[in-house]
Every structure is written in C-alpha cells, then in structure tokens.
C-alpha cells in the first residue's frame, strides 16, 4: 500500500456520508425512511471507501479484493435508493419487489466475489487500480440504471399526483434533483471497460446526498 492523493476525495466524502447517515438515523430509528436512507448512505461507504484503499494499492493481487468489495457496494446503491424512495413515498404494496431486489443483489455479490461474470480483473490506471467489466457486466449496468429510471418515474407520478403545493411535493421536487445529480456519477462505470478515466461519482454523490 501507499499513499494515492487520487484517494483523498473519496475519502472525504466516505466521511461526510457515513456521518449524515448515522445523524439521519439516529434522528428516527424506527422510520423506515431513516433506516433505508442509512442503508443507502452504508452502500455508499462502502463504494468509495474501498474505491479510495484500491486506488492506494502497489500490488495487483491486494487490489483485485478490494476493487470487488468496492462493487458490491456499487451493486447495492441502486437498491437501496429504491427502497428509500418508496419508503419516501409510502408505496407498501412495493415492499415484496424491493425485498426481492435485495436477493437480487446478494447473487450479484456472489457472483462478484467468486466469479469473473460482473468483475473480471483489475486495470491500473494513472488514478489508481479498477475493476474491469465482466461478461455480464452490461447486463448489471442495464439493471442499475432501470432502478434509477423506476424510482424517478414514481417521484414524478406521486408528484403530478398532489394537487396542493404541499410540503410532500416541495421534498419530491428536492429528492428528484438529488437523484438527477447523482446520475452524473454513472461516469464511475466508464473505466470499468477500459478507459481511463478518473472517475469523479464522489463529488456528484455528495451533493445528492
């Protein structure tokens, strides 16, 4: 290991995050938003943490662990920001397809630690190591975004659905450009086949958030 400045960003804001999601749960344990919104914040963490220890990695070996933790945390973003966002929403008759996901991104992390299927290698770039898209890769990605894309059609059909400028439509409209500003951070995936890139998904990240 050594020291990478390219690692100071995702750090920083690993902190940020991981220090508003304890806040926002601490605030109402036993709201389900609060306890989804940690959950979101945690898949985060654990995104660009391990994102940041990769990029200080001098061995191949040590930075092939490390960049496949760093996906399952990628794998559960998406997830978890559904869940939120129908927890935010109150859409209980969603609950079974949300627990269905979370299935869905436990074999995802299997596959991901012991199969080359979503991650096939690490590449070294001038930022650091990243992980190299599997066979399969496409496929997650295109899962990814459609979760992305399902949570912001029920955001805006819940918001076209009150009639009043009330102060649940004011939150919507905020929630609704996080999730846009997080979007930008879809960049991240761009070394992932090969090129180099710096992936700067942390900055975008925090303003979501």
Not at 81 to 98: E, G, Q, S, Y
Not at 125 to 130: H, P, T, V
Not at 180 to 208: E, K, Q, W
Request: charged share 10%; hydrophobic share 50%.
């Amino acid at each position: 290991m050594y020291f990478n400045p390219y690692s100071i960003p995702p750090f920083i804001t690993t902190i940020i995050i991981f220090w508003l999601g304890i806040v926002v749960y601490a605030r109402n344990r036993k709201s389900p938003v609060n306890r989804a919104f940690f959950l979101m914040s945690l898949s985060i963490v654990v995104w660009l943490f391990f994102a940041g220890v990769s990029f200080n990695c001098n061995r191949k070996e040590l930075a092939d662990v490390f960049v496949r933790i760093t996906n399952i945390g990628v794998t559960f973003i998406s997830i978890t920001m559904f869940h939120f966002v129908t927890a935010f929403l109150h859409i209980a008759k969603l609950r079974k397809f949300v627990i269905f996901l979370y299935g869905y991104g436990l074999i995802c992390s299997g596959l991901v630690l012991f199969t080359n299927l979503l991650v096939k290698d690490s590449k070294q770039y001038f930022c650091g190591f990243y992980s190299l898209a599997g066979e399969l890769h496409p496929i997650f990605l295109t899962i990814f975004i459609s979760q992305i894309i399902l949570c912001v059609f029920l955001l805006i059909a819940y918001y076209l659905g009150l009639s009043e400028n009330t102060v649940k439509k004011q939150q919507i409209k905020y929630v609704l450009i996080g999730i846009f500003i997080f979007d930008l951070s879809s960049v991240d995936f761009i070394p992932n086949y090969g090129i180099s890139f710096y992936p700067f998904g942390y900055a975008t990240t925090t303003l979501f958030i």
